[in-house]
């Protein structure tokens, strides 16, 4: 069982930055891959970043070059570093957690696992 929690959301101007935050609570954080989504109104849920246990990333051409995705495994968070900031990156964003199935810790075989974050409001606008 883990629990996301977003944080770091609000109101910017364009050109601005932000950074999110996604804290996990559970065990084993470094084994699962972390990614970032985001919802506009009025548009499908969205991948942004992606960031797997080998440490590539990926990012949707849309931020590709203005958003960072890191984790720190230490302290259970992955991080969404957000520069020049664009009206239309205006949406609710999300954070991810997903396992598949495998052998993680104590010999005990894990289900393929999926989380999702309660979501944080940003909005760039002047």
């Known amino acids: 069982q883990v629990q996301l929690v977003e944080s770091g959301g609000g109101l910017v101007q364009p050109g601005g930055s932000l950074r999110l935050s996604c804290a996990a609570s559970?065990?084993?954080?470094?084994?699962?891959?972390m990614n970032w989504y985001r919802q506009a109104p009025g548009k499908q849920r969205e991948l942004v970043a992606a960031i797997p246990t080998s440490g590539r990333t990926n990012y949707a051409d849309s931020v590709k070059g203005r958003f960072t995705i890191s984790r720190d495994n230490a302290k259970n968070t992955i991080y969404l570093q957000m520069d020049s900031l664009k009206p239309e990156d205006t949406a609710v964003y999300y954070c991810n957690a997903v396992r598949g199935p495998g052998f993680y810790g104590g010999g005990y075989f894990s289900r393929g696992e999926e989380y999702w974050g309660q979501g944080t409001q940003v909005t760039v606008s002047s």
């Open positions: 559970g065990t084993l954080f470094s084994t699962y891959a």
